[in-house]
């Protein structure tokens, strides 16, 4: 079974300030992660993934994750805000030990990233 | 958003109403799939068509019926629901070979009374 946490309901930051939401998961063989944003009345938007390689994953606007294996985390960055950033977040995983062909992806709960002016 | 459509946006549909949603992927993906997306609630993953095959049913009410005519066209078939049904229901596509991204479209949102 795989699974994601994503431990913060809501993250506020000041504009210009960095970011960093949060993402843990939890899967029998290694992972393929995933951040998605969505904004209101919009659907899900593919921000990055991580597949194998480098820890470090860039992605759209300026975002970025680290894949830390040992702490079977997934965090997600950015290193100065902006307003727009508002929106709900979610970290997404899937099995690479899942098997062949289409498989859904299991999301966290989503995070409220609330930047202030 | 233009490379998976959705439609319609809102639906409101009595308990007794039948109606379907429709989604259309213009990306070349051989696998979509159908979530559920309630307030304050994970998303949860409804159906998978893999080469418009059903290979994934994760225990969803007989209420709904998904279809995918070929692999550019899904649909939900909505029958008797209840108000607890009503939620944001998202389409997804992909390709089926390796980690391969999901590409959501904007939902349908639906109201049942």
């Known amino acids: 079974a795989q699974s994601v946490a994503q431990p913060e309901d809501q993250v506020n930051v000041a504009e210009g300030n960095p970011l960093t939401v949060k993402c843990t998961y939890s899967v029998s063989g290694n992972p393929y992660l995933f951040w998605y944003v969505q904004y209101p009345n919009r659907g899900l938007q593919f921000l990055l993934k991580?597949?194998?390689?480098?820890?470090l994953v860039k992605g759209s606007y300026g975002f970025e994750a680290e894949f830390n294996k040992s702490q079977t985390s997934f965090h997600l960055k950015k290193p100065s805000a902006l307003v727009s950033d508002s929106a709900l977040y979610f970290c997404a995983v899937r099995d690479t030990g899942s098997g062949g062909g289409a498989d859904g992806l299991t999301f966290g709960k989503g995070t409220h990233l609330i930047i202030q002016p | 958003e233009t490379g998976v459509t959705q439609t319609p946006r809102h639906l409101v549909m009595g308990m007794t109403n039948k109606k379907s949603l429709k989604c259309e992927q213009h990306l070349g993906h051989n696998a979509m799939y159908w979530y559920k997306q309630s307030a304050k609630k994970p998303l949860e993953l409804m159906f998978v068509y893999s080469l418009e095959e059903r290979v994934e049913n994760n225990s969803v009410p007989s209420r709904f019926s998904p279809e995918c005519p070929n692999s550019s066209h899904l649909f939900l078939h909505l029958h008797t629901l209840q108000p607890e049904d009503s939620a944001l229901y998202l389409c997804?596509?992909?390709?089926?070979?390796?980690?391969?991204?999901?590409?959501f479209g904007p939902g349908t949102r639906l109201t049942v009374l």
């Open positions: 997804a596509s992909s390709h089926l070979t390796g980690p391969d991204t999901q590409y």
């Open positions: 991580y597949i194998t390689g480098d820890n």
